[in-house]
DNA sequence: AATGAATGAGTCTTCATTCAT
DNA sequence: AATGAATGAAGACTCATTCAT
């Protein structure tokens, strides 16, 4: 019970950390807030993270971790390099619809300068875009994609997944973000796959 | 001459925060510093702008006159709108290859929280996809563009793009943007037109 | 054995602390220091001492105790003043030889501010003193002294014998202290010029 | 003038910062009464001073300046080196007698543990001790002295005399020291004990 | 218009101390 | 008696902004 407390400290330091980072971005929260807002003293941060900093780090981590897991399990449920890139899409806003804060910490921090931050926020960027890199590059061996340089391709087409997210963040949240993954997914496929690629997919 | 000098300091400031800001990003750069690599006096500062925040609006102003001009003057030049699309992209990289220090702030400040900030912010992403979505709704009307959501479209072209400056920003501008053009347009026109535009384009 | 562990923990809180203080002084060891160098949990030393500037009173006194104890022995041992004032002036450089943890904290920390140190530094002098002034005294009546100011005297020998051992510690106790015993006693005993330097100073 | 007024305000600060270290010490003594007490703003004292370190060093700095300069000069108005040593003795309780503020510092905080501080005492004592030992080295020569261990000897008496200033200083400056310059003199010049002692000392 | 010394509100962080277990 | 997580008051330092010159 002792260390379920503890998670819990943890945890809810996190939690609102994570709101208030994307609510008023890193520089405009201040310690005080967070603890307060998750209902600590201002010392009991320091029990945890080694700075305010660090906190940021634990943040995006929290979010890399559990997305990260369920965009490679969803991923891995397909079987065709076509249907992977669209359970990938779909995932992806899936799970910014069902956590808008994470997303907005996601989107609105990952451009913030401290080192530490731009070190965290690159890592973040790495992992989406592996995931979408193994993807395409399955993709481009099944003849499912043109002539594409994987990275580029990859990297665009984070850009334009993360764009999507952005407007509906800045738009604060208030439509459905999941309403667009067919806009996104058609985005993808003819952005990047053959022609043909409808007949390949099909016979595959 | 007065004047001119004037006119000097204040262009002097703007590009100081410029590259301070994309260096360090907004809150890590001080307004003494500024005030140094600019070579003014601190106070020298707040007779031009009534605060920090009005100079990176300012910044933002400056980078958005000058490259939406030269944007809107080169998309003019063409006549279809493939080879506007085109040039838009081209004319896009090619602005941020030769101003590094404005592609920083550009994209590392672009998501800071403050209010003014993501005010200015929203604007400049406006402004750029303002122009997207005029030429693929005039691309709609003359068929080269799939049945598509055009302002869905031009935001994740837009963010297509982004990505590839931020990954040649990250990566410290070592490499040459413009040599990703084709990538670029290739996944633009691929991803948003119809597959037979190529003919299509050619009829025109 | 509870019981003596109890002593135990007392006795290793504050040979820890006794350790903590000499080296980084009391301002700059935290409780925390003390408690995990001692071995014990945090909130264990309040159940021995009722705040940290108790525990340094403790060091204090603990090394008063038994440093007083010894010197007073020794000088009871001896029959002439001159011989106490050796064998003093000896077992104190010996004492210090042997116990440079104590001697740090005795000579660095002496002279903090606090109100509660002051006092117990002030005591902790005031002892040495004591002793030095009893001799000087017998030394007094014996004739041994000249006519002397016995506490001016007292104190400044007291000085003398400070900064022997100051300059030992502040070597970092990199030599034998136990070495300046004849210089020490000398400087007593005889003062730092010739018996005869009446008629040679008159002579210059 | 502009120059006076800054000037004033170092001065201002270097001298409420003496009084302040030397009443409470160092540590008791906050950035914000230092300010206060100099008239100035809290951060006024970083424009100065890099930290409140930095000050304290600035305030031994001063004091040492100052001192040193006048003990040198006296010393050299004199010929022979038993009224070298005379003149320096009276002198050093000549000057803290004039600058209580100053002697209080020099003496309470001499011994605190920071680096800075412990480098900086160190600097101060050595500085005392070194025209010390230009004169019992001279001393040496003339045939004043007896046979001694200079440095040693330079220490003993630089410690008596920090004792006799300390002792006033730990009275609250109630009494005059300068009245303890012959119990100071004799001491160093005659030693303790008659010149005759070995003789008085043997017949015991 | 220009300067730059001065301001002082605001923040992160530390750490002695407490207290539920 | 012992623990160690939690507390929260306190303090050094920063920096955008002002204003007398």
Same mark, same amino acid.
């Given at each position: 019970?002792?260390?379920? !407390? *503890?998670?819990?400290? !943890?945890? !809810?330091?996190?939690?609102? $950390? ?9 520089? +405009?929260?201040?310690?005080? =807030?967070?603890? =307060?807002?998750?209902?600590?003293? $201002? ?14 780090? $634990?943040? #995006? ?11 490679? +399990?969803?991923v891995q449920k397909e079987k065709t390099p076509k249907d992977k890139l669209i359970r990938l899409l779909t995932?992806? %806003? =899936? ?14 921090? %990952? ?11 690159? !890592? ?10 193994e993807v395409l590059t399955e993709g481009t061996h099944t003849g499912l994609c043109r002539e594409i340089?994987v990275?580029?391709a990859?990297?665009?087409? #984070?850009?334009?997944?993360?764009? *999507? *997210? %952005?407007?509906? *963040?800045? +738009? ?6 999941? +309403?667009?993954?067919r806009?996104?997914s058609e985005f993808a496929l003819y952005g990047i796959c053959r022609a043909d690629h409808e007949e390949e997919g099909a016979a595959q």
């Amino acid at each position: 019970m002792a260390r379920k !407390r *503890v998670g819990n400290k !943890r945890v !809810r330091i996190i939690a609102a $950390a994570a709101k208030l980072f994307g609510d008023k971005g890193y520089h +405009d929260t201040t310690t005080a =807030e967070i603890a =307060e807002s998750a209902g600590v003293a $201002a010392g009991t941060i320091y029990i945890y993270f080694s700075s305010k900093e660090e906190l940021l780090v $634990a943040v #995006f981590e929290e979010f890399l971790g559990r997305h990260m897991e369920r965009l490679r +399990d969803g991923v891995q449920k397909e079987k065709t390099p076509k249907d992977k890139l669209i359970r990938l899409l779909t995932l992806g %806003l =899936e799970l910014m619809q069902n956590n808008p804060d994470s997303a907005r910490i996601f989107l609105s921090q %990952l451009r913030q300068s401290t080192k530490m931050i731009t070190t965290v926020s690159k !890592r973040s960027s790495r992992a989406y875009k592996d995931i979408i890199e193994e993807v395409l590059t399955e993709g481009t061996h099944t003849g499912l994609c043109r002539e594409i340089n994987v990275p580029a391709a990859a990297s665009m087409l #984070f850009g334009a997944y993360q764009s *999507v *997210v %952005l407007d509906w *963040v800045a +738009d604060g949240c208030s439509y459905i973000v999941t +309403d667009l993954t067919r806009e996104l997914s058609e985005f993808a496929l003819y952005g990047i796959c053959r022609a043909d690629h409808e007949e390949e997919g099909a016979a595959q």
